[in-house]
């Protein structure tokens, strides 16, 4: 069921970030800040705006104030901060979907856009919407990557699945 | 996993491939063919690996096999019948969640791996993958594209959910 989903892919996607900033950890200072042309320039600017949006959504479905301003900020310049405050940031979004239930998950929430005006969508459609930007975002992380020397892992949601269960499969 | 999920990201995928397509058509052939160091080199050559993971994975869930030999296979050698298979293949693939029960989402797909090693999964794991294998490969296509010098419209979920023209789902 739905409840079941979001939980399996809030593991994932902790698994999945700690896979692709062990790449970026290899970085040269250099290849991490380098404007490369993506949407959001830089690896660095990339996995900073991931951070904020994840940020927003969830301080949405909290109730509280995501107090950003821009969806290109910098919240951590320093990459090990930054890394620091996504594991904080992935264990938070494990905790809130662990907590929710089925009617939660079908209800309608209502929030103010960056833009101002009022949207409302079900929580469901939210976190799969959350979900999907972030794979969005770590797919151009990956383009950015392969275009350094360092090598891209698969992020690919069934070497989760296999590795979870045990079968060390490819 | 819900079975109204799978219809809504089947018909998400289907118009966020238009919307990824318009875009790759605007290129000269030379940025769409480059080599830029993607895992799979080119805009062309990473948009037929989606092309063919997704057929894969179809044939697998629906008992067929298609003439697949590598994930870096290159079925469409040019872009009007790339983009035709794509569409092809997103009918496809909203007819096949479209027929979905709950039931038949937690049953077992046997499959074989293209070296031959047998594998199995739930069919709503393999599903989950196909939609989340294609946005990884779209945001790759996406940094090509703005190293190209186009921004594609957003492709996010919520875009599709506020797009007055969507079909329903």
Known sequence: MMLDHVRDFARYNSWVNRRLYAACAQLSDEDYRKDRKAFFHSIHNTLNHLLIGD???????AKTDHGVKRLDEILYDDFAALRSAREAEDERLERYVDGLDGAQLASILSYTTMAGPVGALPVATILSHLFNHQTHHRG??????????????PLDL????????GQGRN | MSVALFQTLGHFNAWVNERL????????????????KAFFGSIHKTLNHILVVDQLWRGRIEGWKPSIKSLADVPCENFADLRAARETEDVALVKLVSGLDAGRLETAVGYRFLDGTPAEAPLDLLLITLFNHQTHHRGQVHVMLT???????????????MDPARQET
């Open chain 1, 140 to 153: 151009q992380v990956h383009a950015m990557l392969t275009q350094t020397n360092v090598p891209a892992p």
């Open chain 2, 21 to 36: 397509y318009e875009s790759c058509s605007e290129l000269p052939k030379d940025d769409y063919t480059r080599e830029r």
């Open chain 2, 147 to 161: 190293q190209s010098g186009i921004t594609p419209p957003p492709l996010d979920i919520l875009d599709f959910h």
């Open chain 1, 158 to 165: 069934l070497y989760y699945a296999i590795e979870k269960a």
């Open chain 1, 55 to 61: 940020r927003i959504w969830l301080a949405r479905l």
